[in-house]
Each structure stands twice: as structure tokens, then as C-alpha cells.
T-cell receptor
Framework: KQEVTQIPAALSVPEGENLVLNCSFT??????LQWFRQDPGKGLTSLLL?????REQTSGRLNASLDKSSGRSTLYIAASQPGDSATYLC?????????????FGKGTKLSVKP | DTAVSQTPKYLVTQMGNDKSIKCEQN?????MYWYKQDSKKFLKIMFS???????INETVPNRFSPKSPDKAHLNLHINSLELGDSAVYFC???????????FGEGSRLTVL
């Protein structure tokens, strides 16, 4: 059974720091992996989608990597800003077509202090 | 021009009532989902659906039922509401079973 773990559960950094959020999954048979951010009381915003054949994806100050064989993904945020404060969720889609629904981690709550 | 929209955003009701949450997507996607986020913020799939197949998470009580009048809508009906149904319910859509997911803003259900 696929399980997704995110460490740390919470992280507080001063503005301007570069930081890394970690995601691990127990079964490497995944189709893709998606990173989201969730602001309080809001829905999830898709940040990056990495296909299983890819090693990384970049969008602006965000870079996500994927090491499928070791069951790990990282989300790198460069030059953090207070507006980056949110909960970041990692989700994997197992192989299996219609049976392969996204499985979420519990998220990392990020606080960027001015 | 919200991509995935849900109504209502907040819903407060009594135990035993029947309620519905509506979801519409204007992305042209063919697959839609309902997720439940509990008090610990953990997201779990409830249903996934396209015009060919409905996948139901086996842990979902049969008091919950999705209804899709067309490809752009997937509504959630809940019968005989219980206290434990209180949660935030999110609708999402994707193109195909493996596409990138886009979420609505969520509907917070409180059962008294």
C-alpha cells in the first residue's frame, strides 16, 4: 500500500533563505508526482507536476526533483518570501489507470518571517 | 473565470438531513474527483469519475453518492448526515486519469 510522508511537518525560516521540503513514498511504481500549496481556508494550487520519467521540474523560484528508485522528491524554494507561507502538499499517482488516484502526504506548513 | 468552482462554500446543517454540494469545471477536463479533508488536514479520495467509469473508495459510506449530469459537473449528495461528516470537501478535475489535478476552493460542511 502506497504511503506518502512529508518531513518536516512544520518549518519556519527568515525571509530570503533557500529551503528544501521533503517527500518520500513507499512504492516506486508511480505514474507522476505533484506538488501543491494550500493557503488557510483555501483550495489546493498545483505548483509542479513531475512525470515518472523526469528528474526535475522548475517554475520560477521553485524546483522539484524526483528520484523514483529511492522513493523521494524534494521541493526547493529559492529566496523565500512571506508570501510563500502556506502548507505544501506532495501527492503521488500510482500506476494503475483509473485505480491510480492521488495519494497525499500530510503536508509541510511553511512560515516565512519578514 | 474560476477553473473549478464549488457551491456552497460553507454549509451548516443538522444531523439526519440530506445535503448536496455542487461542482463545475470549465477546463474541458473529462475526469472529476471528490476529496475529503478531515480536521487533521489529511486529504483522502472519495470518488473519481469520468464518462466511462466511477471509482468509489471502499471506505466511503453509501450515504455519499456522486451525480454527474454532464462532463463539466460532478455533484456530491449526502444522505442522513452524521457528526463525523463534518469536514472540508474538495472537488477536482484532470484530463484523463493521469493528468494534473486542479482543485476547487473547498466546501466546509459542519453537522450539528
Amino acid at each position: 500500500k502506497q504511503e506518502v510522508t512529508q518531513i518536516p511537518a512544520a518549518l519556519s525560516v527568515p525571509e530570503g533563505e533557500n529551503l528544501v521540503l521533503n517527500c518520500s513514498f513507499t512504492d516506486s511504481a508511480i505514474y507522476n508526482l505533484q506538488w501543491f500549496r494550500q493557503d488557510p481556508g483555501k483550495g489546493l494550487t498545483s505548483l509542479l507536476l513531475i512525470q515518472s520519467s523526469q528528474r526535475e521540474q522548475t517554475s520560477g523560484r521553485l524546483n522539484a526533483s524526483l528520484d523514483k528508485s529511492s522513493g523521494r522528491s524534494t521541493l526547493y524554494i529559492a529566496a523565500s518570501q512571506p508570501g510563500d507561507s502556506a502548507t505544501y502538499l506532495c501527492a503521488v499517482r500510482p500506476n494503475g489507470g483509473s485505480q491510480g488516484n492521488l495519494i497525499f502526504g500530510k503536508g509541510t506548513k511553511l512560515s516565512v518571517k519578514p | 473565470d474560476t477553473a473549478v468552482s464549488q457551491t456552497p462554500k460553507y454549509l451548516v446543517t443538522q444531523m439526519g438531513n440530506d445535503k448536496s454540494i455542487k461542482c463545475e469545471q470549465n477546463l474541458g477536463h473529462d475526469t472529476m474527483y471528490w476529496y475529503k479533508q478531515d480536521s487533521k488536514k489529511f486529504l483522502k479520495i472519495m470518488f473519481s469519475y469520468n464518462n466511462k467509469e466511477l471509482i468509489i473508495n471502499e471506505t466511503v459510506p453509501n450515504r455519499f453518492s456522486p451525480k454527474s449530469p454532464d462532463k463539466a459537473h460532478l455533484n456530491l449528495h449526502i444522505n442522513s448526515l452524521e457528526l463525523g461528516d463534518s469536514a472540508v470537501y474538495f472537488c477536482a478535475s484532470s484530463q484523463g486519469w493521469n493528468g494534473e489535478l486542479f482543485f476547487g476552493e473547498g466546501s466546509r460542511l459542519t453537522v450539528l
